[in-house]
């Protein structure tokens, strides 16, 4: 399972196991209906912004969705950026 299916799961399962409907998540989270119930289908995956809105929302924990190995790629990510700022800077 690739980490964004992971991401997928965690995060339809935390709507659905959540005590609100798919509205009220909406409203709260201010993130559109449609867009709710594509995450709730597994069809789409959270941009940050939104992850951190649902987290809010429905009151849970970010490592409740985030599995380890997706929290290390995605610091890996971060790393490799920075090392590629600091790299161009240097060559001006």
Do not use: F, H, W
């Not at 069809?43 to 380890?68: A, E, F, G, S, Y």
Request: one cysteine or more.
């Amino acid at each position: 399972m690739s980490s964004n299916d992971l991401i997928k799961m965690n995060v339809s399962n935390a709507i659905k196991t959540s005590s609100m409907t798919l509205r009220e998540i909406s409203k709260l989270s201010i993130i559109n209906y449609s867009t709710i119930i594509k995450y709730a289908n597994k069809t789409r995956i959270p941009k940050l912004k939104n992850l951190i809105k649902l987290v809010i929302t429905l009151n849970i924990k970010i490592d409740d969705i985030l599995d380890v190995n997706v929290k290390t790629s995605i610091c890996n990510q971060k790393n490799r950026r920075s090392n590629k700022k600091v790299t161009s800077s240097r060559r001006n």
